[in-house]
Structure formats: C-alpha cells, structure tokens
C-alpha cells in the first residue's frame, strides 16, 4: 500500500458495530463486562479505547511500524522515552532542540540523575567521543527547531547499533509524507501529532512509533500508568487530520519553496534556513532522506535588532503571531522569545536561536497571497 492510500486506509478496519465507514468517537470511560476479567478486549479507558486503538494503527501504518503509542501531547511522548530510562543512564541529543523537549531533559529529569549531553549531531567523530557505558539513548530532531538542521540519519543509526544504543527520532517537522526515519535505521519516531499529523490546529497529541517488542509493551505499560492519554475526540480529529495528510503536505512544500525563494532573493534578508536551497549545509542529506523539503523555514533580516524583528512579524496579517506549526494556516514566531525562551541565552545563541531568527510555518494558503503578506511587513 503507497503512502497517499495509507493515510486513508492503512491500518483501519470498518466498524464492527455499525458499519460505520468513519471511525466512531467512543465517548466512554468504562466498558460492561460479562463476568470479571471477560470482556471484548476494552475494560476501562484510560487503558484501551476503540477510536484510540484505529488512531495508533494508523500511526503504525504511517511510519511503516509495528506498533504506534499515542499519548496527549508530544511531551508526554517524549516523558515516556525518557522513563525507560533509570538514574545514571546518559543520553546524547542535538544541541538545537525544542526547548519544550530541553526544559524536560534538563528541569524534570536530570534531577532524578539521568544526564543530557548536547551536541551537534553533524559530526560523527564528536558523537562518538560523547559515548561511554552509561550512555543509552541517541536524540535526534531532524529538521530540527527552529534552525532547520538535518542529521544523516543512516550514519546516526550505524554509530547507534554497534553501540547498542537506543535512537530515537524526532520527524515532527518532516512528517511521515517526507521522511521514514524506521526505514533509515532508527528504533523508534516520535512525532507531535498537534502538528503535521492532525494538521488543523485544533488538537494536542504525541505519537510514538517502532518495531521493538519488548520496548512496545514496556511503553504500552507507562502509557497506562502513568495516564497520560488522549480522549478520544482529540483521536477521531487526528484520524480526520490524517486522512489529508499527504495533500497537505504537498501543498506546504509547494508554498514553502516559493516563500524561501522569495527571502533569499530579497536584499533586506540575511539568511534563510531551508533544506530546498542548495545553499543550506544540510542539503545533500536532506535530499537523500527526504521525499521533499517541507513547510517550515527560518530566516534573519539584515542588522535587525529584537524589537525591529518583533515589529516585522506584529506587521503581518495572514502569518498569524502563534506557537506551534503544521497547520493549514501560516504561522510566525520569533522562537528566542516564545517556543524557545526556556533554553537559556547563551545555549539560545550557540545553536543560533538570536534575537533577530524568525520561524515561519507556511500554511497551504494561496503562495502569492504569502509573498506579498512578507513584502508588506518589509516596507
């Protein structure tokens, strides 16, 4: 099955109960049993629920996996991979994350002794030399947020093997449409299916995704115990979400490619962060990973100080001022004071996050419209 008909078929099964063509929203916390411990499969919610159940078959099916874990946020996913984990263990991550990822790492779980060393993910060698015997995860965000970097993914999961490590990948920002992060050799995707996945700004969501027996039903457990579950509304929108997924995200590419022409070509634009232009560090590796180039970009305006670049993005009209990405509409950021005012200055700086970045998520509007929206705030 391609991926275009996976995204409305894969891993989804009519209803048995009616028919139904669409996946029923089984609003319940509880399920009737004919005696103690008999039952269809379904006992309490928090546990299983039917409508969760179709959603996490479509991840699987989405990401080529054997298993898919949804849980009610991309953090929450992220928690769960982290619990795994016991004190002393060391995981090696991008220096240039979100910062919702690094306040986890470094607020809630360093302190129960679990260390995080951040690095770019760019050089093998260094990677290597962060290596030792407590080390048991590799952290990848490729592209990552906001400074839009790609990591050979092929050549982390080869160092990740013959060290008997863990590697994860973060593909939030490519979506299962543009890359197969399992295909390339990682152990596990984790995706914020708030973004691309669901794609209508409507619902928060994380999803996990992987082969692993053992790993799945030790995930499966923490995802039961420690609760942190989507209700089932918020798993009927992402299946519907789904569905357009690969239309979406066509259109995305489409308009982003003409958006990140535009500002490199302009005089006032010092840099743009775009994985589709052959000037970008990254663009031999994210060609060879990935079906396309995707939506989200960042850029710098020459000799902008933060309160002209706060002005630029206030000028804007149809790139809405908002957190997160991977909606139909275009959003804008300026991360050093919103998506990443977690992580602190100087780290901010090293991996690029200045006071002058601008982070667009471009939506699947009409790309004129985009342009001349951006040629106005310039004025």
Known sequence: MKFNTKTIHGGQKIDPAFNSVMQPIYQTSTYAQQRPGINKGFEYSRTHNPTRTALQNSFASLENAKYGVAFSSGLAAIDAIVKLLSPGDEVISTNDLYGGTFRLFTKIFEKYGVKFHFTSLHNMTDVESLINENTKVI??????????????????????????????????????YLQNPLNLGADMVMHSATKYLAGHSDVVLGALMLNDDKIAEKLYFIQNASGAVPG????????????????RMQRHCENALKVAHFLYNHEMVEKVYW????????HKVAKKQMSDFGGMLSFRIKDFSKEQTINFLEKLHLFTLAESL????????????????????????????TASLIRLSVGIEDADDLINDLKNAFL
Not at 151 to 162: P, V
């Open 139 to 176: 952290w990848a965000e490729t592209p990552t947020n906001p400074m839009i970097n790609i990591f050979d993914i092929e050549a982390l999961s080869k160092i990740s093997r013959s060290n008997n490590l863990l590697f994860v990948v973060d593909n939030t920002f490519a979506s299962p």
């Open 232 to 247: 089932p509304q918020d798993c009927f929108l992402t299946l519907r979400g789904i569905k357009t997924l690969h239309v």
């Open 275 to 282: 994985p589709g232009l052959e000037s970008h560090k990254n």
């Open 326 to 353: 991977g909606g139909v509409e275009s959003l804008c950021g300026h991360p050093a004071t919103m998506t990443h005012a977690s992580i602190p200055k100087e780290e901010r700086e090293k991996s690029g996050v």
